[in-house]
Nanobody, 121 residues
Framework: QVQLRESGGGLVQTGGSLRLSCAVS????????MGWYRQAPGKQRELVAA???????NYADSVKGRFTISRANAKNTVYLQMNSLKPEDTAAYYC???????????????WGQGTQVTVSS
């Protein structure tokens, strides 16, 4: 069974930084693209940043220059370094991975349960 577990959320003041981690565990055959999404109350879930297996990245315009996504393939972990945080970054942050489990060897999307980020003004 494939599981994604996020960590690193919390409460931070405007201008502060947080580093989110997402660890993939279970019987994994392969991991392709990984991404971070966020959902604020009353809003739709939106893509924040994504990274391919080869390290190519893309970002939402609202976080370009402030957030950095990276991955450690040997650890099956993806990170999101968030700097210069703003109150509008407040949301639940979710990790998503395109993962092929050993049982099927078919890529499917898996989600973590989320971690809350709150930026106070």
């Amino acid at each position: 069974q494939v599981q994604l577990r996020e960590s690193g959320g919390g409460l931070v003041q405007t201008g502060g930084s947080l580093r989110l981690s997402c660890a993939v565990s279970g019987s994994i055959f392969s991991i392709d693209a990984m991404g971070w999404y966020r959902q604020a109350p009353g809003k739709q879930r939106e893509l924040v940043a994504a990274i391919s297996n080869g390290g190519n990245t893309n970002y939402a315009d609202s976080v370009k220059g402030r957030f950095t996504i990276s991955r450690a393939n040997a650890k099956n972990t993806v990170y999101l370094q968030m700097n210069s945080l703003k109150p509008e970054d407040t949301a639940a942050y979710y990790c998503k991975g395109s993962i092929s489990p050993l049982t099927t060897q078919i890529f499917e999307d898996y989600w973590g349960q989320g971690t809350q980020v709150t930026v106070s003004s």
